[in-house]
């Protein structure tokens, strides 16, 4: 959408290399100074179905996808099917020569419900039965279509290196396509190969021969189409350091800067990614001597939880990483750990719901499922981070909250997040902190007398963990008096609720509010946006568009949902005439939340649940029709494949 | 000054019925610290939900009232976070075989250091009677409308086939037997289980005290031998205790089946790879200077995901 930048999408069958592929390109692209965004989109598959990498690269840092695609390179005859009419104008296609043939209803992968839709497509536009016929239409768009024959270039490879078996080398595909790819976009061939290595391993075989089919492919590219693609991708000055950063990996880096040091989970996607990189990473440097982590991998999520609450009461700072249906069997563990007022952390990776639902894809369906979840009434944070850099920030704050609060705390992210890669200059670590509260040694209490669950002003009682010399105490799921022993008396009763529910009164007015939302554009602009999660970047890249265009808007992040700010919520909707929500959901959670706890109703909905990302792209249209006033009351977006 | 069996009885009224096993059971508990002179603090006491789940409370040390067939997941967490505690999980047989049967099985896998009680009536107690999984097919307790459809599992030969590596069974009303096991489980090196036989004189009227009395009888009295010395005796020791563990009826032995200390411990096993593990355990660890500021250095991490 700038000038300087490119929308590059690769796909394929599953396990077909689309992930390294997409890692070598984005790295290439970061050593020539450039900016990312990048998501994944996968089946829940192991081997063959379809999936893709979607790139946006630029010389200003990106925070979503956009609906084009200047270059696709597909791997198959389905990628072509699904996103040729993505490609822009002027946009091109890099193919299987042999697809070209392929008829479609030989595409034995595509879902019956697409094969139909995209019948009808074919029938209107009386395109043929190939995916041939597919890509003539598309040339009438203007659109460049470069046939490869992958296959023997794979057999050159092979030949080189005295293979015979081109099963053995079938998978560097991938690198072809890498390799025509950056050749039409002219682009610094040892940028690339230093990004095979860093991927590969610098001095490995298997980087040598991956940079042999790189080069292959780039220079077939060059002999063969040339000049012919307009794009061109040059080396820009890279002024400062900067890192990739995937939702899950920022969620395992804040953890460990916060001190979590015991992290319990049950395999679940998109979730488990940050528990195995943390496993993988157990082991770090402290500013004096070594660090590690415990990791956990639990034999359900009951254990998980309540494996966490016991290593919290232990004293540890501690955490479990979750998806929807984990989460569902955490909850009676969650009320425990409200009422015994465990700091315990859970990391949240939202996917498309109900039930198994959507278990590769996005979704934000879980808003008030987190709220409420857990039989009886008793306090819990829950917090949503926008972005990686917020998730990294929240995942080490999350665990101050806990132990302050001595609550649990449910750190909302989501499977956009999670898979989605973005750019970032290196971190300003010097202001984070680990407060843990009212914690008690052995020095502060007098031996016998301590009561975990004292009556204080605060609702917070001074917290011993167990080990603790001189402390003695109880816990129980039961209702309890001071020392944690069961207790069905109602004034107690009366007493304990109050004490708990108090401790999210504090909460509320301890923490700042910079901690609970972001605010950007123009406070006094006639039109807020509410949101939270995943959005924020399509939203604010929406907003700046508008914004040359003449048009001010105001977008109000609510970044802690429970408890919820309110009163600057009210104070910034009272300003504004146009009050529009943004969420990936049916029901438009936040903004029936927000209504509940303002009494103030939203003016536009703009939702999304077909299990992909906001765009850019659609969420700047959404908001373009209600600023011309043509928006109806609630608007679904619906891009993606 | 020596800690006194008393020492470890809290004020609290304890209110399982008159004759229920569970008070033998919490008296072998308090006898067996006390001879191990355990301080309370350093004592965990991890507890499911039904009758037995109050035993915490009764006991002077930690006590930690958990979820329904949870026991075990709360008890591994404080034990993995500060393995320096003495850690006693103690629950039902419905609690353990039943709802938590996924946590019993799985707990054998890891071999934790800590001892785990089952109190093995063969009904839930606390919801008024119905079967456990321990309640043997046909059987009708009192307060069963029709006799007891399914079979009942075996937890001794269950805690071989998951791993457990110090199996015993004890009896209820044998306080002393039952505190010398105790006290080898809390000593054993890796994970303990001791499933005590305990009459529930208000629902289980087939299983009662003058059912048990004579037919109980004492394995180490019979010159049973359950140490895996070496690896090469641990099938046939394996064996031999399925085996003894499925006599049930006119004799049923209680004391160690199986004793194998050859295996690591799950603190061993993070140890090869966390090698100050024990000394600086998840509980343990500096994680804040005096300043607040986090100790963990973040450099390596973010070196790895530089451009």
Not at chain 1, 130 to 148: F, M, R, S, W
Not at chain 1, 481 to 507: C, D, Q, V, Y
Not at chain 2, 271 to 292: H, L, M, N, V, W
Request: hydrophobic residues 40%; glycine residues 8%.
């Amino acid at each position: 959408m700038t000038s300087k930048e490119l929308n590059w999408m690769i796909g394929g069958p599953q396990g077909s290399g689309v992930d390294t592929a997409s890692n070598i390109f984005g790295r290439a692209c970061g050593y020539g100074g450039y900016h990312l965004y990048g998501k994944r989109e996968y089946h829940s598959n192991i081997k063959g179905l379809h999936s893709y990498f979607h790139f946006r690269i630029s010389e200003k840092p990106v925070a979503a996808n956009v609906n084009d695609v200047d270059l696709l390179a597909a791997f198959d005859a389905e990628t072509i099917v699904r996103h040729i009419q993505e490609v822009v104008p002027k946009g091109g296609v890099i193919l299987e020569k042999e697809d070209l043939n392929t008829k479609f209803s030989d595409i034995q992968t595509l879902p019956a419900e697409f094969a139909a839709e995209f019948q009808k497509y074919l029938e209107s536009k009386g395109i043929g039965e190939t995916v041939g016929d597919l890509v003539e239409d598309a040339k009438k768009k203007n659109i460049n279509v470069y046939p490869v024959p992958f296959l023997d270039l794979l057999k050159d490879v092979a030949d080189e290196r005295g293979i015979e078996k081109l099963s053995k080398v079938t998978r560097m595909k991938n690198v072809l396509a890498i390799g025509i790819s950056f050749s039409l976009l002219d682009y610094d061939v040892g940028l690339v190969e230093k990004a095979i290595k860093a991927v590969f391993g610098e001095k490995s075989n298997i980087a040598d021969m991956n940079i042999l089919a790189f080069k292959k492919a780039y220079n077939y590219a060059r002999q063969t189409f040339g000049n012919s693609f307009k794009h061109k991708l040059e080396k820009l000055d890279l002024a400062e350091e900067r890192i990739f950063l995937l939702g899950f990996q920022a969620i395992a880096l804040g953890k460990v800067l916060g001190g979590c040091r015991m992290q319990t989970y049950y395999p679940i996607t998109p979730a488990a990614d940050e528990s195995e990189y943390l496993e993988a990473h157990e082991l770090f440097k402290l500013k004096k001597g070594d660090g590690a982590i415990v990791v956990m991998q639990t034999e359900d999520e009951i254990a998980a939880v309540n494996m966490a609450s016991g290593a919290a009461l232990a004293g540890a700072r501690a955490a479990t990483a979750t998806s929807g249906p984990g989460f569902s069997l955490m909850v009676e563990g969650l009320s425990w750990a409200g009422n015994n007022e465990v700091p315990i952390v859970i990391s949240y990776y939202q996917r498309g719901a109900p039930s198994t639902g959507l278990p590769t894809r996005h979704g934000q369906d879980d808003l008030r499922f987190t709220i409420h979840a857990g039989h009886g009434e008793f306090p819990r944070i829950v917090l949503a981070s926008g972005d990686m850099k917020e998730c990294f920030f929240d995942a080490a704050k999350a665990f101050n909250y806990a132990e302050r609060y001595q609550m649990p705390v449910i750190h909302l992210v989501d499977k956009a997040m999670a898979n989605s890669t973005q750019s970032y200059t290196l971190f300003d670590l010097s202001r984070a902190r680990i407060e843990r509260g009212n914690i008690v040694s052995s020095k502060d209490v007098k031996k016998g007398e301590y009561k975990r669950f004292k009556f204080t002003d605060s609702g917070v009682s001074p917290r011993a963990v167990l080990g603790t010399e001189g402390a003695v105490m109880w816990y129980t799921g039961d209702e309890h008096n001071e020392l944690g022993h069961i207790s069905e008396e109602p004034f107690n009763r009366n007493m304990m609720m109050e004490k708990r529910m108090k401790k999210l009164e504090t909460a509320h007015k301890e923490i700042p509010l910079e901690e609970k939302l972001n605010f950007f554009g123009q406070e006094d602009a006639e039109t807020l946006v509410l949101s939270w999660g995943s959005p924020k970047g399509a939203i604010l890249e929406a907003m700046e568009l508008l914004q040359s265009e003449g048009f001010e808007m105001g977008f109000l992040q609510v970044r802690m949902l429970h408890p919820l700010p309110k009163e600057r919520i009210i104070e910034a909707l009272k300003k504004t005439k146009t009050k529009i929500t943004v969420e990936m959901n049916y029901s438009g959670q936040l903004a029936s939340i927000i209504s509940e706890k303002t009494g103030i109703f939203m003016d536009y909905y703009i939702l999304k649940y077909n299990g992909r990302p906001m765009t850019t792209t659609e969420v700047y249209e959404a908001f373009k029709k209600v600023l011309r006033g043509e928006a109806p009351k609630r608007q679904v977006l619906t891009y993606g494949s | 000054m020596a800690l006194k069996i008393s020492d470890y009885r809290t004020p609290l009224f304890a209110d399982w019925c008159p004759g229920c096993g569970d008070f033998g059971i919490h008296t072998s508990i308090q006898m067996a610290l006390a001879e191990l002179q355990l301080e309370p603090q350093t004592v965990v006491v991890v507890s499911g939900i039904g009758c037995s789940g109050k035993t915490p409370h009764f006991t002077y040390a930690n006590g930690v009232h958990t979820l329904h067939g949870r026991t075990l997941p709360f008890a591994t967490g404080i034990k993995l976070a500060n393995p320096d505690l003495e850690v006693i999980a103690a629950g039902g047989d419905g609690d353990g075989l039943g709802i938590g049967a996924g946590h019993f099985v799985n707990a054998g896998r890891r071999n934790l250091d800590m001892t785990y009680i089952i109190h093995d009536n063969a009904v839930y107690g606390l919801t008024k009677g119905q079967a456990s999984p321990t309640l043997r097919l046909g059987m009708q307790t009192k307060s069963l409308p029709k006799p007891n459809i399914n079979s009942a599992l075996n937890p001794i030969a269950l805690a071989l086939a998951a791993g457990y590596t110090f199996i015993a069974r004890s009896y209820a009303y044998d306080v002393r037997h039952m505190k010398n096991i105790l006290v080898q489980a809390i000593e054993h090196k890796g994970m303990a289980f001791v499933n005590v036989q305990q009459p529930c004189p208000t629902y289980n009227n087939i299983n009662t005290k003058d059912w048990y009395s004579g037919r109980v009888y004492k394995l180490e009295e019979t010159g049973w031998d359950p140490v895996v010395k070496n690896l090469d005796e641990e099938l046939d020791k394996t064996v031999a205790a399925i085996r003894k563990s499925r006599e049930w009826g006119d004799k049923i032995p209680i004391g160690v089946f199986y004793k194998n200390e050859l295996v690591p411990t799950y603190e061993e096993r993070i140890s090869k790879r966390i090698p100050f593990y024990t000394k600086k355990p998840p509980a343990k660890q500096q994680i804040r200077d005096e300043t607040g500021t986090p100790t963990a250095v973040m450099d390596e991490w973010f070196k790895e995901l530089k451009v």
